[in-house]
């Protein structure tokens, strides 16, 4: 199965403002895990809504969704 047969095999993302190639039916927790992200230590949004840790695995993502990871800020 390859893209050019089956053009809904991938989709594009916008990653933390660039393009990112990932296959249809992908989490936000796989795409954490794929680029070596540890869960507990980054915070999630897709689309400028935050994605709590426990709902990643049933995120999956969309064509043209926007992602973004980031440091939590902690302290008070």
């Known amino acids: ?21 990932v296959a249809a039916g992908t989490t936000l927790s796989a795409l954490m895990q794929a680029l070596g992200h540890a869960s507990l230590a980054m915070g999630t949004a897709v689309n400028g809504d935050f994605v709590p840790r426990g709902q990643r695995d049933r995120c999956v993502l969309q064509s043209g969704d926007v992602v973004l990871f980031f440091q939590p800020i902690v302290g008070g």
């Open 1 to 21: 199965m390859n893209a050019a047969t089956h053009p809904e095999a991938s989709i594009t993302v916008q990653l933390d403002g660039a393009p990112h190639q």
